[in-house]
């Protein structure tokens, strides 16, 4: 407690030295700018939710109004409608997209940290030339690699399966150079000091370099989340028993205008998930980040 209060205080001091600097009108202009860029930056995410629960007469006003006047359930309504004339039950779209997302996730946080690990801390034949291919592999983008993924995926006999949207994707660059940066900067001592203890290689991943760089796989975890869990299964994934709900809420955005309202609520529901698990992830990765020092 007493260290906390120390910390509050030397803050508190800091703040007041750095307010003698700065004049009462400049406080105020930087109050109003940044005012302004907070509201730039949630007024679409205010007008998803809104129109969520406006009626189909206050979805087709011009000019859109952004909060709702006559507040509705009936564009989740009609979602439920829709979903329950499905051919599949929409536990099995959901059950896929767990599956996908949870094994994507993982594989990318995991694969993608183990092969970091060596590339950053060792030197071996070839780990600057092979670090360099890393780096030009990420200005392919996923139209460039899409038709020999396929490729790929067809000779391996997985076109049709869950493996044909993770592997692509957990085979990829950027898990590997965002956590090769971020393990480069994991002092060197540790892991000898790790090695004089008697643990193995597979022992100094684990205890050493994960916990030292939960910051970078949790904001892995972050973006990986968010690509998995908004993935329709492209080409790779033709049985409509294996697709994801992402999928199935597109099709449903693709029918027209009668569906207005029912797209509105779709936007809310595949909106909600990734901010929440955003909200509670960077929470984690400020906590991680405040209280990460070595301690002597």
């Known amino acids: 407690m007493k260290k906390i209060l120390s910390s509050i205080k030397k803050r508190y001091r800091l703040f007041k030295f750095r307010r003698k600097n700065r004049s009462l009108a400049v406080d105020i202009s930087l109050i ?52 329950t004339d499905s051919n599949v039950i929409f536990a099995r779209y959901i059950f ?3 599956i996908i997302t949870f094994l994507g996730t993982a594989g990318t946080v995991l694969l993608g940290s183990m092969a970091a690990f060596p590339l950053a801390k060792y030197k071996f034949p070839g780990s600057k030339l092979l670090s360099s291919t890393i780096v030009y592999s990420l200005m392919f983008n996923g139209t460039v690699t899409a038709i020999p993924n396929y490729i790929i995926m067809s000779k391996l006999g997985l076109v049709n399966t869950y493996w044909a949207v993770v ?6 660059t950027f898990g590997l150079y965002l956590m090769q940066n971020f393990i480069v900067q994991v002092p060197t001592e540790l892991i000898e000091s790790a ?30 989340f968010q690509s998995f869990w908004g993935t329709t299964g492209g080409t790779f994934i033709y049985s409509e028993t294996l697709k994801p709900v992402s999928y199935m809420l597109s099709q449903i955005i693709s029918g027209g205008i ?39």
């Open 195 to 224: 090695k004089i203890d008697g643990q193995n290689e597979l022992g100094i991943f684990f205890k050493v370099i994960m916990p030292l760089s939960k910051p970078a796989w949790i904001t892995l975890i972050i973006l990986s």
């Open 96 to 98: 896929n997209t767990v």
């Open 258 to 296: 009668a569906r207005t309202g029912a797209v509105s609520a779709v936007s809310l529901i595949m909106m909600t998930v990734p901010i929440t698990v955003f909200v509670i992830s960077q929470s984690n990765v400020l906590e991680t980040m405040a209280t990460s020092g070595l301690k002597g």
């Open 32 to 83: 109003i700018l940044l005012s302004g860029v907070g509201f730039i930056s949630v007024w679409p995410l205010l007008f998803i939710i809104n129109a969520a629960f406006k009626p189909i007469s206050e979805i087709l006003l011009f000019p859109p109004k952004l909060f709702v006047q006559n507040p509705t359930l009936n564009n989740f309504f009609d979602l439920g409608v829709i979903i």
């Open 167 to 172: 592997l692509p994707v957990v085979g990829g």
